[in-house]
């Protein structure tokens, strides 16, 4: 069974800093990870995504978060976190973690962030 798990969302001031975590269990250890947010009245969009490598995955960007959030893995702790800096009012959304596994797609329930002008 594969279950995903974020946390770490707020509210925090146009240009400030949050981290989210997204914690795995089930088969994704060796899967792609990827964060992806829906604002309010808008579909879900693409965030970020990290491919599976003990050295350290390759990465994948938004054109609109390039530069200012990263996404990271812990393999040992089957954990991916999103380092967001820069927060703009247009970040605020659900973000929600995702994995592929065999085929099927899994998603976490989100966590809420909110940036304020």
């Known amino acids: 069974q594969v279950q995903l798990v974020e946390s770490g969302g707020g509210l925090v001031q146009a240009g400030g800093s949050l981290r989210l975590s997204c914690a795995t269990s089930g088969r994704t250890f060796s899967s792609y990870l990827k964060w992806y947010r829906q604002a309010p009245g808008k579909e879900r969009e693409f965030v970020a995504a990290?491919?599976?490598?003990?050295?350290?995955?390759?990465?994948n960007y938004a054109v609109s978060v390039r530069g200012r959030f990263t996404i990271s893995r812990d393999n040992a702790k089957n954990t991916v976190y999103l380092q967001m800096n820069s927060l703009k009012p247009e970040d605020t959304a659900i973000y929600y973690c995702?994995?592929?596994?065999?085929?099927?797609?899994?998603w976490g329930q989100g966590t809420q962030v909110t940036v304020s002008s």
């Open positions: 995702n994995a592929v596994v065999s085929g099927h797609n899994y």
């Open positions: 990290i491919s599976f490598s003990w050295g350290g995955g390759s990465t």
